[in-house]
């Protein structure tokens, strides 16, 4: 068991460009999900999928952000024309099964957009 | 979703039992008790879950008071790399939900040498 990783660790943009994030969930895991995290705050839910298909996103994910998991294993987040207020620890978990709320998650990969 | 209250911060001596409470008054009688902790720079890490028994596990256990108005989590020898955010989730099991966990501001636990 590898655990959940992330790519990149950390990304530094400008104001305006489009990034792209990556995760790998744990391999038997069907379930992945989405948080952002600011600075003294909790996670916050982002979105999730069930093996390929994308189930619930927050209305924190406006139409700047998308996300996928095309064959139902690794999964990317898409921010375009970023926003000085997307800065934040990107994190991703996966859980198996019905254990919905045992999430195991990665590292995060955080953002600062200059 | 009930609302859960947790204090702020707490310090626990290195060695001693840390008991980090958790207040959840409106909780159903479908919502389970979930700790997770999140350790500087990490993602959060599940810790224990439970509905109404206490519950025990190689990390820590978990005391619901009979009213599962309020729980524990107790780590019994609190060491340096204990010092973290708990967060106390409050989430309805059972098939067909979401896993989205909702988290507050948790309780910063320092443990001290």
């Known amino acids: 068991d590898t655990g959940v990783s992330q790519d990149p660790r950390h990304k530094i943009t400008k104001r305006g460009q489009n990034v792209t994030f990556r995760c790998d969930p744990i391999?038997?895991?069907?379930?992945l999900y989405w948080y952002r995290q600011t600075l003294g705050q909790g996670p916050e839910f982002l979105t999730y999928f069930q093996n390929e298909a994308q189930l619930e996103k927050s209305r924190l994910l406006s139409d700047r952000f998308s996300a996928e998991r095309p064959k139902g294993s690794f999964s990317t987040l898409e921010i375009q024309r970023t926003e000085q207020g997307d800065s934040a620890m990107y994190l991703c978990a996966s859980s198996q099964g019905q254990k919905y709320y045992e999430q195991y998650f990665g590292p995060g990969t955080r953002l600062t957009v200059t | 979703d009930a609302k859960t209250t947790q204090p702020t911060s707490m310090d626990c001596a290195e060695g001693r039992a840390a008991n980090l409470p958790c207040n959840h008054s409106t909780i159903s009688g479908n919502e389970y008790v979930y700790w997770y902790r999140q350790i500087h720079s990490q993602g959060p890490q599940y810790i224990i879950h439970g509905l109404k028994n206490n519950e025990t596990n190689e990390m820590a256990s978990l005391i619901i008071t009979e009213d599962r108005k309020s729980s524990t989590l107790i780590l019994p020898h609190a060491t340096l790399r204990d010092t973290a955010v708990y967060y106390c989730i409050v989430r309805v099991g059972g098939s067909g939900n979401t896993g989205k966990l909702i988290f507050g501001q948790g309780t910063t636990l320092q443990v001290k040498p």
């Open positions: 391999s038997e895991h069907n379930r």
